[in-house]
């Protein structure tokens, strides 16, 4: 039987998503605490890998098992054997055919600044803190440079394995509540640092330090030397995965969020 997990984690204090020799990774967190409730050793895959510090709220994985256990008693069991760190909130079995990682449709991030003269205590691991006033309307305009299929080559780590730099973003929204700013960004796919190599170009553009125009330059460029630095990483969150009519997925709890 395969079954589906909708998971809550803050990524602070974990390697990132996959597992690693000697490191503590959500992964290998989440397979042992699946495999006690199993009675039996299990593997999952997940909708998205996430780096070292990157936060999740709807992240989604799946697993195999022949053990009969009813939806909630996968939520409540493996729960009790997860750290504070890491929540199921939501469980269900599913067929077959469905996969985490393939059968999904579009993925959604958000990034969030901290836009304030002073530094918060509270946020240090949950937002990226930037002191310079920051201009939404600007970051608005050079978003939507964005919107479409485009080479991505200027906005992926040089690390990045994937074979193809052409992703199609579908939106790509900007806000600000109080001294809180957010760039969410759905796309139909994400290359390695993409939405935080976004985020430190709109940064650099809101801050007056380059037009908005520049990010169609930097687009075409195709050179990641031209972009923006890379925002950190405790600032970015996997917000939502799609499936279209395949799974749908709960609306995340937003509260887990900064919002100013």
Not at 44 to 71: I, K, M, W
Not at 91 to 120: L, P
Not at 183 to 189: C, H, L, S, T, Y
């Amino acid at each position: 039987m395969r079954f589906v997990l909708g998971l809550e984690y803050d990524g602070t204090r974990f390697c990132g998503w996959q597992s690693q020799r000697n490191e503590r990774s959500v992964q290998q967190t989440l397979e042992e605490a699946i495999s006690t409730v199993a009675d039996h050793p299990t593997s999952v895959v997940c909708a998205g890998r996430t780096d070292a510090g990157v936060h999740a709220l709807g992240q989604v994985v799946h697993f195999e098992s022949d053990a009969n256990r009813p939806e909630r008693a996968w939520t409540i069991g493996v729960n009790s054997n997860l750290p504070e760190d890491v929540s199921v909130r939501w469980a269900v079995r599913v067929g077959e055919e469905f996969h985490a990682r393939f059968s999904a449709r579009a993925r959604t991030y958000r990034y969030v600044i901290h836009n304030a003269k002073s530094r918060s205590a509270l946020l240090a691991r949950r937002a990226w803190w930037h002191h310079r006033r920051l201009e939404i309307d600007r970051m608005r305009a050079a978003a939507n440079f964005l919107i479409g299929e485009h080479d991505f080559s200027s906005l992926r780590a040089s690390e990045c394995q994937a074979r193809s730099p052409v992703r199609t973003v579908l939106s790509v929204d900007v806000g600000r509540s109080g001294d809180v700013v957010w760039i969410e960004v759905k796309a139909n796919a994400f290359l390695h640092h993409m939405v935080r190599n976004i985020a430190g170009t709109l940064v650099r553009i809101g801050r007056q330090d380059a037009e908005p125009g520049w990010m169609g330059d930097v687009l075409e460029s195709r050179d990641r030397r031209v972009a923006g630095m890379t925002a950190p990483a405790c600032g970015l969150y996997l917000l939502r995965v799609d499936y279209g009519a395949d799974l749908e997925t709960p609306v995340p709890d937003m509260a887990a969020i900064p919002a100013g």
